[in-house]
């Protein structure tokens, strides 16, 4: 059963390199093959994880761009993925410079939410993918998100930059969505070798308490390699540790340890 009111979220870390258009393109797949209508919106100018569900970004009649900063319809912008209940709000780089086209820009900061408003009602669990900076893009998503999913990767420095991200909420939460909260911590790229990985996730927790996944996503190359053939890991090799991963932290979310 799909939730009766779609779940919204933001996926953002404004640290890079953490995995996080990765957990986007497998939770949402995961989450698809369960049997939920998925939308996942691209709102990082690489596009990665428009390329990373099959879509061709080259080719894009109407992007995330146009519904941000020509009041494109944001259905007329949402594309099958290669995933069966998976849609895709893509991006591309015409998305680059609306950071600063959306500054002199009418209701600049909630563009996206009055976009999403429109189409929410049509799935049970809406992503969107951040970009990796604290702009005006990722503004529009915490504001139009009901709850944030933040990746954290099992490295050092893993809870750098989250200080900063929790305040932006905070901010948000202050002056333009107040009931927007942090919902999820998912720990990625553990590497059961390193007693750093196991060092890390227990940080985590002890900040985060039961926010932080059970599940953590392993480092593997085959995750790694995945997004080179247009397809999630969980599709691309669904018995792979990654993928069997992917899924156990989807059945989290959807089930509301989240």
Sequence with gaps: MSPTTPRILAVANQKGG?????????LSA????LGHRVLV?????????????????????????DVLLHDTAIEDAVQSSSVANLFVVP??????????????????????????ERVASDYAYVFIDCPPSLGLLTVNALTAAHEVLVPVQC???????????LRNIELVNQN???????STILCQMYDSRTKLSAEVVADVRGHFGAKVLHTVIPRTVRIAEAPSFGKPVVVLDPSSVGAQAYRAA??????GRA
């Design 155 to 165: 490295e050092y420095y893993a809870l750098e930059g989250l200080a900063q991200l």
């Design 91 to 116: 991006a591309n780089l015409d998305l680059a410079g609306a950071e600063i086209e959306l500054v002199p820009a009418m209701g600049r900061e909630t563009r996206l939410r009055r976009a999403v």
């Design 176 to 182: 333009l969505n107040p009931t927007l909260q942090v």
């Design 18 to 26: 953490v995995g996080k258009t990765t957990a986007v393109v497998n």
């Design 30 to 33: 995961s989450i698809a093959a």
């Design 250 to 255: 989807a059945k989290e979310v959807v089930d």
């Design 41 to 65: 919106i691209d709102l990082d100018p690489q596009g990665n994880a428009s390329t990373g569900l099959g879509i061709d970004i080259r080719t894009l009649e109407h992007s995330v761009y």
